[in-house]
């Protein structure tokens, strides 16, 4: 397959880039700034509505993974803005480029985020459950509006509701990591809100599969299939690691630190269940949280 792929300087999307060439697709990066020196770049900068059309003819499909990093810094309102358009507005410029292509792509995999079902306790999410509220939910919701307008194309979407994905490479566990191996970690908040987590070794195998499923549209959750509350990975982190996890952060201490960022990152509880995969016959590499640390924190 020609797949496109976005947001490749990131976390997930240099995992992607590598995994699926090993696998002997032919990946064309979307990219912005300087030239990297691939004859197979696409070149794009949705700020300015530039974009190779010639690079998108031809495609079999897109993995859409480009955004603002969402922990970068505090979220001021000019922040905010940031966060939403550069998922918002450059979504919606790369589908109405896709639009007007001669050979269009039969499949778009579209980033998004299990932010979109808010702070939801306890309850077990899935893809059929409704949308939440917060900053984050009506990002997430725009998102993958602006994302299924593709459909109107007879353009397959899927929307990738990634939880928080395990590296040391970087994301949430990258930064976790010194203060809990000089056993400064500790629980945050109540400790009993749900985390819900994927192996960064998981995501290309996940998206590897959505390439291959046609059953799959809409939304899927890329989570593991045992998400964990805080306290749970907090005192599985510190047993990894062999270090003690006494040193707990409340919940006001958190908001001074993190601002209006700590309510929807890390004191939000979203119980999300990968129920989409486990239907379509996905088997994970690492489906406990235990396993996934292990193996990371190996390397």
Not at 1 to 10: F, H, I
Not at 180 to 198: A, E
Request: proline content about 4%; some cysteine.
């Amino acid at each position: 397959m020609r797949v496109l792929v976005s947001g490749t300087n990131g976390l997930i999307g240099s995992s992607v880039v590598a995994h699926l060439t090993e696998q002997g697709h032919q990946v064309s990066p979307l990219v912005r700034g300087a030239q990297t020196g691939r004859s197979d770049d696409v070149r794009w900068n949705p700020l300015t509505g530039v974009i190779d059309r010639e690079g998108l003819e031809g495609l079999d499909a897109v993995v859409h993974l480009a955004g603002e990093n969402i922990a970068a810094r505090r979220w001021s309102a000019r922040q905010k803005s940031r966060i939403r358009d550069s998922r918002v507005v450059g979504t919606r410029f790369l589908v109405e480029a896709l639009a007007q292509s001669q050979q269009r792509p039969k499949l778009i995999l579209s980033a998004s985020a299990i932010g979109f079902y808010g702070n939801r306790g306890d309850e077990e999410l899935t893809e059929a459950s409704d949308p939440g509220t917060g900053f984050l939910a009506e990002v997430c919701q725009e998102w993958e509006a602006v994302a299924n307008v593709a459909r109107e194309q007879n353009i397959r979407v899927v929307n990738l509701r990634f939880g928080v994905v395990l590296s040391t490479e970087g994301g949430a566990l990258a930064k976790m990591l010194l203060p809990f191996r000089l056993g400064l970690g500790g629980v945050v908040g109540s400790g009993q809100q749900y985390w819900s987590w994927i192996a960064l070794e998981d995501v290309p195998l996940v998206i590897e599969h959505v390439l291959s499923c046609d059953e799959l549209e809409g939304p899927v959750n890329c989570v593991a299939p045992v998400a964990a509350t805080n306290r749970q990975f907090t005192k599985t982190l510190g047993k990894v690691l062999h270090r003690p996890t006494v040193f707990p952060m409340p919940g006001f201490a958190a908001r001074l630190l993190l601002g209006e960022m700590a309510e929807d990152l890390v004191l939000a509880s979203a119980r999300v269940l990968p129920a989409r995969l486990r239907e379509t016959g996905y088997d994970f590499r690492h489906a406990q949280l235990d396993d996934a640390l292990r193996s990371i924190l190996s390397r």
